[in-house]
């Protein structure tokens, strides 16, 4: 608590002690502070509890109606709190302070009516003392509108009946009051027996206030608690809350530019500066921030600082408090708009308001985190203990100079607090000397950064220091560390400005999980982690790749600058390109790797692009995809960056189904700029692969096998390995033999964390959307399809599968029977899923809906030569696939392969279509059916895809191309 704060809460303490009415509360609840002791003049309480005795006496039946009264007390004085919080005149620190004095009048009012009405005793002995104590937050003074209650009923020696009988009856009127109290009742001597064993009760008993009762024995726990438990164990207590910081941090996600942070226990929020000052007070017997300015561990502004931050987090924690109704602490996509509006923030300068909130919000993170190194860095030196971050050994008093810095305790320190004001390339220094040695940097050091860091704009242009700022972006150690302390210090983004725009910058959707600087910097750890091999067990061909990488330091740049022009409005990429064109050669590298550099961010995501959204057996793909890549080179880099873009945004977002479209591209591409995969190499490959199968089918005879090959065309040779084809030979063959209408097989691929499901079935229109709808109804995923018609009529359908809810392999037996069961009841029209999907769909969550997924259909003839390519983006919901296949299969079109892949709540839908002759969709006026249509489907996703076509006129949304 501030010193502002603490005479604030001093006055409502002076108010109650004198029967004046605190500022802003009910009277109903000042007055009746004093309700039973006071025989003068008539207060609201007082009558109305004399009231309730008469009425109801003193047993059990009195606690409803005194619970009606002291409720309606409660509701009024939250609504008045509340009522000057948002109408703005009062602020959050106003708000939580008295939050707390309401609460704190309430116990007072139940403790008094608890011992003089309902227990009472004319000369209570010396066992019945005690003291109603506040801890935790509580006992700072500080409650947010729905936080925790905690009460320590502190006693002299072990309880007696009566006072059971008291604590009873206040705890269960609260209770039934609905407030949430955490409660303990003990002694002086268990306080501190329990405080010496647990951290946390060590933590809770630093900040004690007397709300009711005997106060003597508060002071005396606290001069037992001084004297017992402070003296001499503060390195243990440092070391224990700084674990239990890090482990609480490693819960919440372990970086304070999550998306959705927790405001509370995350990193960078609340809890992160009540440690601090946890510390601060354990070590140091402060009461206030302030103080800690006096003691020399923070200096005047950090503690302008501390407190300027603690006022935001308690704005946004009240707002969101009020808003949901309960202790809600994380800032979920669906609140932060209105939260934001809630605080003031606008639409302004071409960011929209909630992003203006939540760039705020994650610098006052890193202004914690500021704090919590300095901080740290400062204690770790005070308590004498080794190092947490990787140092070199502690030597008290050990002073020597390294490359122009003072190496103090095995931390780099400055010589002079104005050195970077002196000499500003020495910033640059700090951080590389630091990186090439592996050694921290000493709090002294940091805090004359901060004085200075204006300067660092004067590096922008300076060779020296763009050589230094290079070697380590693209040196032989991790720099990730390096340039994330870059960062939080302010460096990076005055020394790139275009990196300071992206700097706590949203990245507004339920795929990425990080702001995009947070996102940069773990990219360029997962490339140090690739090209080194550490992944290699992870990501063999990823590892194996960056190995043979020649542009080394080209490949380290185009990750920094990779999402640079994320915010700008309009493609990323391609304004990305020019960024890199002016700052690359500022950078020092070679024309041949500034061209590299601009061509990775321009393309930087075209290698997944066509992995996940384009038919990979498609002539065409490949051929275009090589064409534009145009060097082996070119290609390493880009899977290198593709698997740490991908693998950097966020947990889970990797997969090993992704991994293998990435591959499989990757060594098409790489086949064909060998010679390979043109007309006459197709064909070749068609032989190949189908005298593969035939020395594969031992024991079949020889009318057998060419049988089997007679069944399918040209591009099923191409899509599956020998492995496969010949599992596919005998389950035709057994379907054949037996007269089965419909044989399913189904196979689990860990390596691709998916299962693959082969349906062997006559073929017919709008099979594949009845396969898509059996297959949502029974929990499959489906992320990968091939659709093939045998020469016989019979189609054969092979879809890679995950599942739904717990994503991998869908593997249990009990799963893969009813996905059986549902394909047959389908096919036989039992089950009709359009309507079974529709009673299941749910409607989409607030935090869903909140993500931003703009509809968006394209219908493309120059891709394929063979097919019409549609694209489809759209919210992603249950039966989303059945709903736009079976539309396609209205449209009288064929299906012949589809792409499905799922980014957070957006769904990207490829089908490769050909109308009922076998060629493209070429008339204009189709093709505007089509759009259309599809677009209806997306439309509503709480809504199932049944409506009459409409008309749009939104051309810029078709791409059309002449039949080639």
């Given at each position: 608590?501030?010193l ?8 409502l ?5 004198t ?7 009910p009277?109903?609840?000042a007055s009746?502070v004093?309700?039973s ?6 207060h ?9 005795v ?8 009195i606690r409803?109606?005194?619970?009606a009264?002291?409720?309606?007390a ?8 509340r009522q000057?919080f948002?109408a703005?005149q009062?602020d959050a620190?106003a708000?939580?302070h008295e939050?707390?004095?309401?609460v704190?009048d309430?116990?007072?009012v139940?403790?008094?009516f608890?011992?003089?009405t309902?227990?009472p005793?004319?000369s ?15 006992g700072?003074?500080e409650l947010?509108?729905?936080s925790d209650?905690d009460?320590l009923?502190?006693l002299p020696?072990?309880r007696?009946?009566?006072v ?7 705890l269960?009127t609260?209770?039934d009051?609905?407030?949430k ?13 329990h405080a010496?064993?647990d951290?946390t009760?060590r933590t809770?008993?630093?900040e004690?206030?007397?709300?009711w009762g ?6 005396e726990l606290?001069?037992r ?7 001499g164990?503060?390195?243990?207590f440092?070391?224990a809350?700084?674990a239990?910081r890090?482990?609480?941090h ?5 970086s304070r530019?999550?998306?959705?942070p ?6 960078g929020?609340?809890r992160?500066l009540?440690?601090?000052?946890w510390?601060?007070?354990?070590l140091?017997?402060v009461?206030?921030?302030d103080e800690?300015v006096?003691?020399g561990?923070?200096l005047k502004?950090e503690a ?11 704005s946004v ?7 949901t109704g309960?202790a809600?602490?994380r800032l979920?996509?669906?609140?932060q708009?209105?939260?934001?509006r ?11 308001s909630?992003?203006?909130f939540?760039?705020?919000?994650f ?5 914690v985190g500021?704090?919590t190194?300095?901080f ?23 002073r020597?100079?390294m ?8 931390r780099?320190s400055?010589?002079?607090d104005?050195?970077?004001k002196d000499?500003?390339i ?5 951080f590389?000397v630091?990186?090439l040695?592996?050694i921290?940097i000493?709090?002294r050091?940091?805090?004359a950064?901060?004085?200075s860091?204006g ?10 220091a763009?050589?230094?700022?290079l070697e380590?972006?693209t040196?032989?150690d991790n ?7 870059m960062?939080?210090?302010?460096v990076?983004a005055?020394?790139?400005p275009?990196?300071g725009?992206?700097?706590a910058?949203?990245?507004?959707d ?6 995009v ?7 360029i750890?997962?490339?140090?982690a ?8 992870e990501?063999?061909?990823?590892c194996?790749?960056?190995r043979?990488?020649?542009s080394?330091?080209a490949?380290r740049?185009a990750v ?5 022009a994320?915010g700008?409005?309009?493609?990323h990429?391609a ?6 064109e002016k700052?690359?050669p500022?950078f020092g590298?070679?024309?041949?790797e500034?061209?590299?550099?601009a061509?990775?961010?321009r393309?930087h995501?075209v290698l997944?692009?066509t992995?996940?959204r384009?038919d990979l ?14 060097s082996?080179?070119r290609?390493?880099?880009l899977?290198?960056?593709t698997?740490a873009?991908?693998?950097a ?6 997969n090993?189904w992704?991994?293998?479209?990435l591959?499989?591209?990757?060594h ?6 060998s010679g390979g ?6 064909q ?8 593969r199968v035939r020395?594969a089918?031992?024991?079949w005879?020889?009318?057998e096998?060419d049988w089997?090959?007679?069944l ?17 030979a005998?389950l035709v ?7 089965c209408?419909l044989?399913i097989?189904t196979?689990i ?6 299962t693959?499901v ?8 709008g099979?594949?959307s009845?396969l898509?709808g059996?297959?949502a109804?029974?929990g499959?995923n489906?992320v ?5 018609t045998?020469n ?12 739904a ?11 893969l029977?009813?996905l059986?069961?549902m ?5 036989r ?8 999907l529709a009673?299941r ?9 909140a993500?931003k ?5 394209l219908v ?8 019409t ?11 989303l696939?059945?709903?736009l ?5 209205d ?5 012949t392969?589809?792409k ?11 089908f490769y279509?050909?109308d ?5 969709v070429a008339h204009a006026t189709?093709i ?13 996703a709480?809504?199932p895809?049944?409506?009459?076509v409409?008309?749009r006129?939104?051309d810029?949304?078709?791409?059309v191309?002449?039949?080639?």
């Amino acid at each position: 608590m501030d010193l502002k704060a603490r005479d604030n809460h001093e006055s409502l303490s002076r108010a109650r002690r004198t029967g004046a009415q605190p500022s802003g509360l009910p009277a109903t609840v000042a007055s009746g502070v004093q309700a039973s002791t006071a025989a003068a003049a008539p207060h609201p309480l007082r009558d109305a509890f004399a009231a309730l005795v008469d009425q109801h006496g003193t047993g059990d039946s009195i606690r409803p109606p005194l619970v009606a009264v002291l409720k309606g007390a409660l509701d009024e004085g939250t609504r008045g709190i509340r009522q000057r919080f948002e109408a703005g005149q009062a602020d959050a620190t106003a708000c939580v302070h008295e939050t707390c004095a309401l609460v704190d009048d309430l116990i007072r009012v139940i403790a008094d009516f608890t011992t003089d009405t309902i227990f009472p005793c004319a000369s209570p002995t010396v066992a019945e003392r005690f003291d109603l104590v506040a801890t935790g937050g509580y006992g700072r003074g500080e409650l947010a509108p729905a936080s925790d209650i905690d009460l320590l009923f502190l006693l002299p020696y072990k309880r007696t009946a009566r006072v059971e009988q008291i604590v009873e009856f206040i705890l269960y009127t609260l209770w039934d009051l609905g407030l949430k109290v955490g409660h303990a009742v003990r002694s002086i001597d268990e306080c501190i027996r329990h405080a010496k064993e647990d951290n946390t009760i060590r933590t809770n008993l630093l900040e004690l206030r007397s709300l009711w009762g005997d106060s003597e024995l508060l002071a005396e726990l606290r001069r037992r608690y001084a004297r017992e438990v402070m003296v001499g164990n503060g390195p243990a207590f440092v070391v224990a809350k700084l674990a239990e910081r890090d482990e609480r941090h490693r819960r919440m996600g372990d970086s304070r530019y999550l998306l959705e942070p927790n405001i509370k226990e995350g990193k960078g929020g609340l809890r992160d500066l009540q440690t601090l000052f946890w510390i601060g007070k354990f070590l140091y017997q402060v009461d206030t921030v302030d103080e800690l300015v006096a003691k020399g561990v923070f200096l005047k502004e950090e503690a302008a600082g501390f407190l300027k931050a603690q006022r935001f987090l308690w704005s946004v924690r009240c707002h969101l408090h009020y808003f949901t109704g309960r202790a809600e602490d994380r800032l979920t996509l669906d609140l932060q708009a209105e939260i934001g509006r809630r605080m003031g923030y606008t639409d302004h300068a071409g960011a929209v308001s909630v992003e203006r909130f939540m760039k705020h919000y994650f610098l006052v993170a890193k202004d914690v985190g500021d704090l919590t190194r300095v901080f740290c860095a400062a204690l770790e030196a005070e308590s004498k203990r080794p190092p947490r971050f990787n140092f070199l050994p502690f030597t008290l008093g050990r002073r020597k100079e390294m490359e122009g810095f003072l190496l103090d305790g095995e931390r780099l320190s400055v010589r002079i607090d104005h050195q970077f004001k002196d000499q500003p390339i020495d910033i640059m220094r700090l951080f590389h000397v630091s990186y090439l040695h592996g050694i921290d940097i000493h709090p002294r050091a940091l805090r004359a950064l901060t004085r200075s860091v204006g300067v660092v704009r004067r590096l922008r242009n300076d060779p020296e220091a763009n050589r230094l700022f290079l070697e380590i972006l693209t040196g032989r150690d991790n720099p990730e560390a390096t340039l994330r302390r870059m960062s939080e210090a302010g460096v990076l983004a005055r020394f790139i400005p275009d990196f300071g725009r992206v700097v706590a910058q949203m990245q507004y959707d339920m795929y990425h999980s990080f702001t995009v600087d947070e996102h940069t910097l773990q990219a360029i750890g997962i490339a140090h982690a690739l090209e080194t091999g550490v992944l290699a067990e992870e990501l063999p061909l990823g590892c194996a790749v960056a190995r043979e990488l020649v542009s080394h330091r080209a490949l380290r740049v185009a990750v920094l600058l990779h999402d640079i022009a994320k915010g700008r409005g309009g493609d990323h990429s391609a304004l990305g390109e020019k960024v890199a064109e002016k700052l690359c050669p500022r950078f020092g590298l070679t024309p041949e790797e500034c061209e590299t550099v601009a061509w990775l961010v321009r393309h930087h995501l075209v290698l997944s692009a066509t992995a996940f959204r384009r038919d990979l057996e498609d002539e065409g793909t490949v051929r275009d995809f090589v064409e534009m890549i145009q060097s082996p080179e070119r290609l390493r880099l880009l899977l290198v960056l593709t698997i740490a873009d991908i693998r950097a945004v966020g947990p889970n977002r990797w997969n090993a189904w992704r991994g293998a479209l990435l591959g499989e591209l990757y060594h098409q591409a790489l086949e064909r700029m060998s010679g390979g995969l043109g007309p006459v190499r197709r064909q070749e490959r068609v032989r190949l692969a189908q005298e593969r199968v035939r020395a594969a089918l031992t024991g079949w005879s020889n009318e057998e096998i060419d049988w089997f090959l007679s069944l399918g065309y040209t591009p099923y040779w191409l899509a599956f390995d020998t492995e496969t084809q010949a599992r596919h030979a005998s389950l035709v063959r057994e379907a054949e033999r037996n007269g089965c209408p419909l044989d399913i097989n189904t196979r689990i691929d860990r390596g691709r964390g998916v299962t693959e499901v082969t349906i062997y079935t006559g073929d017919h229109p709008g099979l594949f959307s009845q396969l898509t709808g059996a297959m949502a109804l029974a929990g499959a995923n489906i992320v990968d399809a091939r659709i093939f018609t045998l020469n016989n009529g019979k189609a054969l359908d092979v879809f890679w599968v995950q599942d739904a809810h717990a994503g991998g392999p869908l593997d249990s037996g009990e799963k893969l029977a009813r996905l059986a069961v549902m394909t047959e009841q389908t096919l036989r029209g039992l089950v009709r899923p359009l309507q079974e999907l529709a009673k299941r769909r749910p409607m989409l969550s607030p935090r869903t809906r909140a993500a931003k997924v703009e509809p968006r259909v394209l219908v493309d003839n120059q891709i394929s030569s063979t097919h019409t390519v549609i694209e489809v983006n759209g919210r992603d919901r249950p039966g989303l696939l059945h709903d736009l296949t079976r539309t396609l299969t209205d449209l009288s079109l064929q299906i012949t392969t589809a792409k499905i892949s799922t980014y957070g709540a957006r769904a990207i839908d490829v089908f490769y279509v050909k109308d009922v002759f076998g060629h493209k969709v070429a008339h204009a006026t189709k093709i505007r059916l089509m759009h259309d249509r599809l677009m209806d489907v997306l439309a509503d996703a709480d809504q199932p895809a049944v409506k009459p076509v409409t008309k749009r006129g939104n051309d810029a949304a078709v791409k059309v191309a002449r039949k080639s």
